[in-house]
T-cell receptor
Framework: ETGVTQTPRHLVMGMTNKKSLKCEQH?????MYWYKQSAKKPLELMFV???????ENNSVPSRFSPECPNSSHLFLHLHTLQPEDSALYLC????????????FGDGTRLSIL | EDQVTQSPEALRLQEGESSSLNCSYT??????LFWYRQDPGKGPEFLFT???AGEEKEKERLKATLTKKESFLHITAPKPEDSATYLC????????????FGEGTQLTVNP
């Protein structure tokens, strides 16, 4: 039990599909994050939300659209993705944006056909 | 450019054979350095936070240390269940909550 739950765990979609990734945290944290993890590359920060407000967008293409309705839930809406977007997408949360460890979910393995 | 470099890329040990993993960083104004463990098919699991040079943290067979340029993760008498990828990440003064990760060290401990 990590306290951060991501669904689905695996997703296969075509380039023209629309799908959403969901993240839920039960740790009482105020900050939530989306990361992309590709093979042989460091984890790459995509978005940061603090108290439901987006505070960072790391030059992510608009085909990725985040949504944070409250401090416990985070979504990543996907539309018209490219094959190079195939990766493990990880959600994390932390106790606001101070120097506190981020706690990760187990990710969604995304494959684009 | 801010960088986090981990070495070696991969490490194979025999059970009981102690060793160290390295994380070197070049950032301006380190606020914190984090070590994570990641098992296949899982998200990173938090291990340690180090804030200042000279600081040390221990947990079971793992000990993390920090200098002004690098951190070491010492593994004493490892067991096969210690096999995983170990990730290092830093937060610097001007990056808010942005973690900069290294590429990780894949550790395999053979029985």
């Amino acid at each position: 039990e990590t306290g951060v739950t991501q669904t689905p765990r695996h997703l296969v979609m075509g380039m023209t599909n629309k799908k959403s990734l969901k993240c839920e945290q039960h740790l009482g944290h105020n900050a939530m994050y989306w990361y992309k993890q590709s093979a042989k590359k460091p984890l790459e920060l995509m978005f940061v939300y603090n108290f439901k407000e987006q505070t960072e967008n790391n030059s992510v293409p608009s085909r990725f659209s985040p949504e944070c309705p409250n401090s416990s839930h985070l979504f990543l809406h996907l539309h018209t993705l490219q094959p190079e977007d195939s990766a493990l997408y990880l959600c994390a949360s932390s106790d606001d944006s101070a120097v506190r460890p981020q706690h990760f979910g187990d990710g969604t393995r995304l494959s684009i056909l | 450019e801010d960088q986090v470099t981990q070495s070696p890329e991969a490490l194979r040990l025999q059970e009981g054979e102690s060793s160290s993993l390295n994380c070197s960083y070049t950032v301006s104004g380190l606020r914190g350095l984090f070590w994570y463990r990641q098992d296949p098919g899982k998200g990173p699991e938090f291990l340690f936070t180090l804030y200042s040079a000279g600081e040390e943290k221990e947990k079971e067979r793992l000990k993390a240390t920090l200098t002004k340029k690098e951190s070491f993760l010492h593994i004493t008498a490892p067991k096969p269940e210690d096999s995983a990828t170990y990730l290092c990440a830093v937060i610097q003064e001007t990056s808010g909550s942005r973690l900069t990760f290294g590429e990780g060290t894949q550790l395999t401990v053979n029985p």
